[in-house]
């Protein structure tokens, strides 16, 4: 700069010259901006359920839900798909929750700081990082085959139990944390041991926590269809399972392959499945919600 | 006396039975644990052993530098490039639209949106990762492809133009949960002092917040990616069943969870090499996964900004 | 509230000998010394030179004294002097916290507890405590008196037990209309008699008490007050507190504990609470009473 510095405050102030109206505006516009990005991607789930629903109402009968599928979209039905969902979900909380639960009580009550408790902690949450498919490979290699089980629903169960289990673990862990420290020292303080404490205190106050998680692991595993079908779920099946040993298919699958077919029938067929899918996820995510608000609003029995 | 209702107070009784009871329920627990702990190394060790075989057949040289790959034909190539190729551009694609979504949307919870405002957006937005995957590879392949093909002349009905952008719609929760948790645990007290020097809301977050959580935004872009990587059902519905090594979004790929879904399909007899090939396939995904996942905890673990 | 002196106070050796501890009444002979072990002739819980570490911290050190049957001993010091680590030393609640190390012994009726071969367990049923904060199950009323007496194995009728726990915890009338009511309904002084009657159920031996009064206000605080005089006469009760006042209305010793410039607390004179007020051997004791400092 040629000009001499002037060495006062107020003579310096010309150097400050902001555009007070650029500035403002700009807060102005980005509002609009986040709030269009929030709009746009929502928009597109909100786009994307009409179209189903629209598209999937019109099939959507009792003979849908009660028929096998079929090679004619106006006799084919998700029978199948539904026990196999039911069936495999139930199995897969059967074993994920009690297994996420000690699991999570081990970490939170019982584990001392040390390599082998970061090693276990890291290695659950790094699962989650994991592509669903590859769970799939897992359960092939070992369920399927090593332990000889099949493409049955029991392996099907117990690949997605893994999947979930880190799902539940992270819950319950967090429930049980939230129960304060006083009640355990209230209950030891009496001379009870800590499995006491645990089973009489700490776990039934922790209850609507470890049932958000399960609910949260169970909307995972209804809507998971990569794993399953490594495992050999089919993708068409004319029977519902009868015994855990079964083969099996699950409602994203049946979907899945009625999207894959050329004729626009079945597109609608899958679109009355997606229908039956989300409210079936919808009414589960629900009751979640609920059971949290119940939770954070007080435990008094 | 009441005492005489109570077992005797004896300090030097040890009650065995209840010393083993203890310890078997400690037993039990760390033994659910480990089932938890030790799924990577299952998977790990699931994965190996079929790899192994599958490279005792093919070079590992072919495996990384052909440009074919045709297992399931007579003539057989087992090049993985088309199909890293197609999984890397269907993820791009996806973070182009990921990215500026979820982080403008980061900053918008983070900075500028109401309480109220935010208490229901930001739950709005999880529920978009709440929705099966195969739901939105029905979107895709059912609804968006025929908008793409009115508006771009010799799109395919199988493309990873389509995938792509259902995919990076269903990934911006993740990208703006995480950056969102990321400027959250910026301390106010730096916002303060920017308020202070006379800072509009714009700039304090985009030039002191936002920077701050560099660490955390980063990783974030970074698990994006792993999980675009990882997706399976879009680009199996919507992308394609071609292995074909390009890098037009126009045309039909097939991705590496793709592939692996589509010999499961079949009727590939186990042990063969087609079989194998699954599991090679497998071990490269889990390897680039795990190996994002991991940078992108050192990335938050090295970079975090620490306040006192 | 004055009491009449009574020699179930204490026990039968020196029978009639030995008076009411009450401040208004002349000391019986014996020599004062910091751990006034020799004056007490039968302690029920005798500390023997007690360090404790957390970590690398050394927070209790080299600490004896001996506690008093059937009396209520008072702990006293500033923020951070020990005497909550050492109160929860006598029934290892200090296990509980990972990185803790004990040396020394604490023998309860000649039995040291720290040996290896008592259970923690067995220690904390003979020895209850009250905590600062009061800490109801978030069960019924019933249920939290029940609990302790069903898990330490109480064979008689349970209505009755807790009817008589929540009469000696001075509750009985407040509640007995309704026991099924939660516990964390109760006001915060009503909530701590509750945890008073809980751990009397399970007929202990020794009752400790970590601040029992601080979280009250003063008059739920006065009745825990008149409460622990009347339990002194069945229970051993060590209450640690920060308010003088109240160690002085309601202990018949009093042990003063203070943290020395190397930050490890220990103990600076101990005596009958009348001399101890009155008559402070040492200085930082008499500066402490004087409120100089704390």
Not at chain 3, 39 to 67: M, N, T
């Amino acid at each position: 700069m040629a000009a001499e510095q002037p060495t006062t405050a107020a003579g310096r102030a010309h150097l400050f010259r902001p555009n007070q109206v650029l500035r403002g505006s700009l807060g102005g516009i980005f509002i609009v901006l986040g709030l269009a990005s929030i709009v746009l991607a929502l928009g597109m789930l909100v786009y994307l359920v009409l179209d189903v629903v629209l598209r999937g109402a019109p099939w959507l009968d009792w003979q849908f839900l009660t028929s096998f599928d079929s090679r004619f979209p106006a006799r084919a039905g998700i029978l199948a798909a539904l026990a196999g969902t039911g069936l495999m979900m139930a199995m897969t909380l059967a074993l994920a929750l009690p297994i996420g639960v000690m699991a999570a009580i081990y970490l939170e009550e019982y584990a001392r700081e040390s390599w082998l408790k970061s090693f276990i902690q890291i290695n659950i949450s790094n699962l989650a990082g994991v592509p669903s498919i590859i769970y799939g490979l897992l359960g092939l290699t070992i369920f399927v085959r090593q332990l000889g089980l099949g493409r049955s629903i029991l392996a099907g169960a117990m690949t997605m139990a893994l999947l979930v289990l880190p799902v539940i673990v992270v819950a319950t862990q967090e429930a049980l944390r939230a129960v304060p420290s006083s009640i355990r020292d209230a209950s030891l303080a009496l001379g009870a041991t800590k499995s006491q404490t645990i089973w009489h205190h700490v776990l039934p106050q922790a209850v609507p926590g470890i049932l958000t998680g399960n609910i949260l692991a169970a909307s995972r595993a209804i809507g998971e269809t990569a794993p399953l079908v490594t495992i050999g779920a089919l993708t068409f099946v004319p029977f519902t399972p009868q015994s855990i040993m079964d083969r099996f298919t699950v409602l994203p699958i049946q979907i899945f392959n009625w999207t894959s077919k050329p004729q626009a029938e079945f597109h609608d067929l899958a679109a009355a499945g997606i229908v039956v899918l989300l409210a079936v996820l919808l009414t589960m995510n629900s009751i979640a919600i609920v059971l949290r608000q119940r939770a954070g609003g007080g435990r008094r029995r | 006396m009441a005492a005489d209702l109570f077992p005797e107070h004896n300090l030097y009784r040890r009650n065995r039975a209840r010393d083993l009871r203890e310890r078997a329920i400690a037993g039990v627990l760390l033994a659910a644990a480990l089932v938890g702990g030790l799924t990577t190394l299952g998977i790990i060790v699931a994965l190996a052993d079929d790899t192994f075989r599958f490279f005792s057949q093919v070079s590992i040289v072919e495996y990384l530098t052909s440009t074919q790959w045709t297992p399931l034909f007579s003539v057989q190539h087992f090049g993985i490039w088309p199909l890293v190729t197609a999984t890397v551009l269907t993820s791009a694609i996806a973070l182009v639209i990921a990215v500026p979504l979820g982080l403008i949307s980061a900053i918008y919870l983070s900075e500028f949106a109401p309480s109220r405002a935010r208490s229901i957006l930001k739950p709005a937005l999880e529920v978009l990762a709440g929705v099966p995957t195969v739901v939105y590879g029905f979107f895709a392949l059912i609804v968006v492809t025929p908008v793409l093909q009115r508006l771009i002349p010799g799109m395919s009905a199988f493309n990873s133009l389509s995938a792509g952008l259902v995919m990076g719609v269903m990934i911006v929760p993740l990208v703006s949960s995480l950056s969102e948790d990321a400027m959250s645990s910026v301390p106010d007290s730096l916002r303060e002092a920017a308020y202070g020097l006379g800072g509009t809301k714009f700039e304090v977050a985009t030039r002191v917040v936002f920077p701050a959580a560099t660490s955390g935004i980063v990783a974030s872009v970074i698990l994006a990616l792993s999980r675009a990587f990882g997706e399976t059902m879009v680009v199996a519905i919507a992308a394609g069943q071609n292995p074909t090594f390009t890098l037009d979004p126009t045309v039909p790929v097939m991705t590496m969870t793709s592939y692996i879904v589509q010999v499961s399909l079949g009727d590939t007899p186990y042990g063969s090499l087609s079989y194998l090939t699954i599991f090679a396939v497998g071990t490269t995904l889990f390897v680039m996964t795990f190996a994002m996942n991991v940078i992108s905890h050192w990335v938050v673990r090295r970079f975090r900004e620490v306040y006192d | 509230m004055v009491r009449v002196s009574d020699t179930s106070a204490t026990d039968g050796v020196l029978g009639g000998l030995m008076p009411d501890l009450r401040p208004s009444i002349s000391s019986p002979r014996g020599v004062d010394r910091p751990d006034g072990r020799d004056e007490i002739v039968d302690p029920v819980i005798e500390v023997d030179h007690l360090d404790l570490w957390y970590g690398r911290k050394h927070a209790v050190g080299d600490v004896s004294l001996s506690f008093a049957r059937k009396q209520v001993t008072a702990l006293i010091g500033p923020s951070g002097c020990g005497k909550s680590t050492l109160l929860r030393c006598i029934n290892r609640m200090n296990d509980l916290i990972p990185g803790v190390r004990v040396q020394g012994a604490i023998r309860v009726d000649g039995a040291n507890i720290y040996d290896r071969s008592i259970d923690p367990v067995e220690v904390r049923r003979t020895i209850g405590m009250v905590f600062q904060k009061p800490n109801p199950f978030p069960k019924s009323i019933y249920e939290n008196v029940a609990f302790g007496a069903r898990i330490n194995g109480y064979r008689g009728n349970m209505d009755e037990l807790v009817e008589r726990a929540l009469r000696q915890a001075a509750l009985w009338d407040e509640v007995k209309g309704d026991l099924k009511k939660s516990g964390l309904a109760l006001s915060g002084g009503q909530q701590q008699r509750l945890c008073i009657a809980r751990t009397i159920a399970v007929n202990p031996d020794i009752v400790l008490m970590d601040e029992p009064t601080s979280a009250l206000d003063p008059i739920a605080s006065q009745r825990i007050e008149d409460l622990i005089r009347e339990l002194a006469e069945e229970f051993t009760i060590v209450i640690v507190t920060h308010n003088l006042q109240q160690a002085a209305r309601v202990s018949d010793r009093t042990a003063f504990m203070l943290a020395s410039e190397d930050g490890v607390g220990r103990l600076v004179e101990y005596g009958r609470t009348d001399e101890f007020f009155t008559n402070p051997k040492d200085d930082r004791t008499e500066a402490y009473i004087t409120g100089r400092f704390g």
